[in-house]
């Protein structure tokens, strides 16, 4: 054991850590008051803590058999059990007094000004600004080589993102969780937000958020292998930085539109597959397309990759109930489905040379499954 | 009380003879003292089988990065870790304690239903044979977690999910026959004279704990069932898409978890609230408080569940219900901390192993119970939630609480089941490596959990390696520490030091007018009790 330690530890030096000690005060009214009940409560059990283990502890220096205590005879004290019955529950209704106001506020989620819908993947976010028409995966952009310990581990190891949620400060904004396949839940340790992401059913949450910076949190609801790795990464930008960048990612949604009625070569359509396999498909079907025995098939040599195309296509864009195997029609947008479908024909010896188009794909989604 | 036993069992040894020579005793034993060492014995097995478990996880969460293992296999170890020491070392090793002490706590000379006994023991090797098979099939083993919550379980799982099922549902038929025979001997064996306020109050913790059984294993036995059925015959009920709710399943499991939680507490507060007093040499303070607190749990253990699931979205008012009923819990829990203090109080206490192991009980479970009183404050808990700090919380409460209390009994009662006293410095060894080995795993969880290390994952961020690493250390010191453990009790079963009938200056009850070593047959004619 000795040995794999020191092994472990030569392994990787640790570029950064800190020693924090207790829950965050955060960002927003909400998440102070939160923070307020906790140190309430965990200051009420300390004093308990104080004068329960201190009788114990003075019993055990003074009243020892060695010392030669004698034993005294009494054994119940109706008007002590009383006490110690009473008193407590004045202290706890107490504490519920501060917690149901502070749970009230957190439940009106009344009167917002920004809505996002925030759906859990296997193994990523996806947000959409209901009002603004913007809508986009949020994914883990921590190298495999930092993960597997082949290159240093950055400042942020596990806790980036290729898209942030862009939220403007001092509004109200209202989240409705959802998944599309198993539970997540999505957490901000800033807002004090936490909330379930239920396939087939809408929660609510809420925050405003006081100042402006990036604010991270994970998945805390255990969602399957990549559980540890879909984290949320929030940049909160002041209102007019934020109304900056809404207008920006609606013309590059304009802009993509136009790509899917271009034609596309089958290079152009490898590169940019290969970049949408490794962020979607690549967790279960592996980089190497062997997928895992057992859980997930394998892509190279199989006969709906190699041979079927209207099967591939099929699976990919309408998914395979009963499995893992999601429905990625609605995910992404035609350039990537085409490139996708293409690279899996063509990737890992399986070179059928056949080429998908985005319009293909449009046609295909178009006529329905 | 009478003093006759030792010539009754005497005299019934010669009519029923003694034990049978060789494995044929033990597969067909109905006597509650051989069921009761198999149990013991296969939850010590199970407890080191799921401490492994523990360990790779552990030695994974070392350092940040994947060294050891892989997400699935990982997700397989913390299922496995958790489902084992639930179902296979906490409970059968109460049951087995129960089988052991509980006829001779009541002065009867075996359980009510021995052959019942006898296949509610037998079917848990082949239960947990069959789990821990599942790691080797293909898709490998359970990797939802102990909470097994759908649709991850059900849609998503993988296809050993259906041995799964098998499995828990022959636990569940063993425990609720254990809990049965519990009853039954409770109920109708006791000597005369011993109304129900004079009963121990091991006696009285395990007959209210196996009403909780008998109420819940069935809700248990239902949800599974359910889940069989939306994985194979195309039911829904755990499925939005098919007109079910996910959040059902949650229901249904906490229905029974939380009760469950409670069934691997409430006899630990029966072998403590002996174990004090004897070593205080000091009547129990508030006996019939602690009778009432201990229902009062139970009671309380049915409505709480929600609290489980503060964030699954419930409304407003079922948050406010779900808080305050888990915050009265505290009020009993404290008047049973508060009794066993003032048993010390003014006591004369002596410090041999049961008691060290006793006394880490009442002060680390009580920083459980404080950690407990934490989540339930709602708004409090959308922050603990399924981080670190819930798996520091159920680990206080069942390591040196539940485990903590088992081992205490082990060291109480086992001169009177081996004949021999225990090596007292050894004990001691033990118990001091157990609580710093204990402390050192789970106290700083609680910083990892507050500081936002979400649970059950396999790597983690930069800012939780120093705390990670220190709770690595203090996992394989309390793991190893336990070896000495068995080391121990190995020990005492070959000495020879010869325990006299009652070990302990101070302690009280019918079990300590047996012989050492408790003859096969004991209490043929029963005692009286005054």
């Given amino acids: 054991m000795a040995l794999l330690t020191l092994l472990l530890l030569g392994a990787n030096n640790v570029a950064h850590s800190a020693w924090q000690l207790n829950m965050p005060e955060g960002v927003t009214q909400i998440s102070a008051s939160v923070y307020e009940l906790h140190m309430i409560i965990f200051w009420i059990c300390v004093v308990i803590g104080c004068v329960v283990f201190g009788v114990m502890f003075w019993s055990i ?35 519920a007094v501060p917690a149901t106001a502070t749970l009230r506020q957190m439940y009106d989620t009344t009167a917002s000004d920004v809505d996002i819908q925030v759906t859990g993947y296997q193994w990523k976010w996806r947000y959409r600004y209901l009002n603004e028409n913007i809508d986009f995966f949020s994914t883990l952009t921590t190298p495999t080589e930092q993960i597997h310990n082949q290159a240093d581990k950055s400042e942020h190891y596990l806790l980036e993102v290729d898209n942030p949620l862009v939220l403007p400060v001092g509004k109200k904004i209202r989240f409705l969780t959802t998944s599309n396949d198993v539970i997540h839940s999505w957490w901000v340790p800033d807002f004090a937000v936490k909330k379930d992401a239920i396939p087939g059913f809408i929660n609510e949450a809420w925050t405003r958020i006081d100042t402006p910076g990036t604010y991270r949190g994970q998945c805390a609801e255990l969602c399957g292998k990549d559980h540890g790795f879909m984290p949320i990464v929030v940049v909160a930008l002041a209102d007019t930085d934020y109304q900056t960048w809404v207008t920006e990612q609606q013309q590059a949604a304009l802009s993509k539109q136009a790509a899917a009625e271009r034609t596309w070569t089958l290079a152009e359509l490898m590169q940019q597959g ?96 | 009380m009478s003093h006759s036993s030792a010539q009754a069992s005497a005299h019934s040894e010669h009519e029923h003879g003694q034990p049978a020579k060789g494995l044929t005793r033990w597969l067909y034993t109905t006597n509650h003292k051989d069921i009761g060492t198999l149990y013991l014995w296969f939850s010590f097995a199970m407890f080191l089988t799921g401490g492994c478990m523990a360990l790779v996880i552990r030695s994974e969460l070392f350092q940040p990065g994947l060294q050891l293992v892989q997400p699935e296999f990982f997700n397989q170890m913390t299922t496995l870790h958790g489902l084992i020491m639930v179902f296979g070392a906490v409970m059968p090793a109460f049951v087995g304690l129960a089988n052991w002490m509980i006829p001779l706590m009541v002065g009867a000379p075996d359980m009510a239903l021995p052959r019942m006994n006898n296949l509610s023991f037998w079917i848990l090797p082949f239960a947990f044979a069959m789990l821990l098979s599942t790691l080797l099939m293909e898709g490998g083993g359970p990797n939802f977690g102990w909470t097994f919550y759908a649709p991850l379980s059900t849609t998503y799982a993988p296809p050993s999910v259906t041995f799964f099922i098998f499995s828990v ?20 064996m006791r000597a005369p004279g011993m109304t129900m306020m004079k009963m121990p109050l091991f006696v009285w913790t395990w007959l209210i704990t196996a009403f909780l059984l008998i109420a819940v294993m069935p809700v248990l036995a239902g949800v599974i069932t359910m889940m069989l059925m939306d994985i194979h015959f195309g039911t829904s009920f755990f499925n939005a898409g098919g007109g079910g709710d996910p959040v059902l399943f949650q229901h249904l499991f906490w229905f029974f978890g939380h009760p469950e939680v409670y069934i691997m507490i409430l006899p630990a507060f029966g072998i403590i609230s ?34 489980h699931m503060f964030t699954v979205g419930l409304p407003l008012a079922g948050e406010l219900f779900f808080m305050y009923s888990t915050m009265l819990i505290a009020v009993p829990t404290g008047v049973k ?58 680990h206080y409460v069942l390591v040196p609480g ?62 939780f390696a120093d705390f990670n690493m220190i709770a690595s250390i203090g996992g394989f010191l309390f793991g190893f520490s336990q070896l000495l453990f068995l080391y121990i009790v190995i020990k005492c079963i070959r000495s020879t030091d010869q325990a006299p009938d009652k070990p302990w200056e101070g302690a009280e009850g019918l079990e300590w007018q047996v012989p050492s070593p408790a003859p096969y047959h004991t209490f043929s004619t029963p005692p009286k009790v005054d």
């Fill in chain 1, 274 to 369: 290969e970049q949408v396999y490794n962020t979607a498909c690549a967790a279960c079907h592996q980089a190497n397309g062997m997928g895992i025995p057992g859980a997930f098939p394998a892509l190279k040599g199989s006969l709906i990759a190699t041979q079927d195309q209207a099967a591939h296509l099929d699976i990919v864009l309408f998914g395979k109930s009963g499995t893992a195997m999601a429905a990625y029609g609605t995910q992404f947008d035609a350039v990537d489905l085409a490139s996708v479908i293409t690279y899996e024909r063509n990737a890992w010896g399986n070179d059928t040379g056949d080429i998908v188009t985005p319009q293909e794909i449009k046609q295909r989604l178009q006529a329905g499954q």
């Fill in chain 2, 402 to 463: 539940a485990i903590f209390s088992i081992i205490a009994g082990a060291y109480y009662w086992l001169p009177k089941w081996t004949g021999h006293m225990v090596d007292e410095r050894l004990g001691r060894w033990h118990f001091w490596l157990s609580i710093i080995g204990v402390n050192l795993t789970f106290f700083p969880m609680h910083f990892l959990g507050l500081a936002g290390m979400p649970r059950r994952i396999p790597d983690y961020a930069l800012q």
């Fill in chain 2, 274 to 307: 002996h174990i004090v007093p004897t070593f205080s040499r000091k009547r129990l303070f508030g006996y019939a408080s602690m009778v009432y607190a201990t229902a009062s749990i139970a009671f309380l253990s049915f409505i709480v569940w929600a609290h």
């Fill in chain 2, 169 to 188: 549902h022959m636990m569940g038929i063993s425990s609720i026959m254990g809990a049965i025979n519990v009853v039954a001997t409770t109920l109708n």
């Fill in chain 1, 61 to 95: 220096f003074h009243h020892r058999k060695s010392k030669g205590a004698k034993p005294a005879s009494f054994h119940e004290s109706t008007t002590v059990e009383l006490i110690w019955t009473i008193v407590p529950v004045l202290i706890l209704i107490g504490m």
């Fill in chain 2, 337 to 394: 901390v508060f009794n066993w203090i003032s048993t010390m109080f003014r006591g004369s206490l002596s410090f041999e192993t049961p008691m060290l192991f006793a006394i880490g009980f009442i002060v680390l479970f009580t920083i459980g119970g404080f950690s407990g009183l934490m989540l339930a404050i709602a708004p409090a808990d959308f922050q603990y939630h399924d981080t670190y700090f819930v798996v520091a919380h159920f």
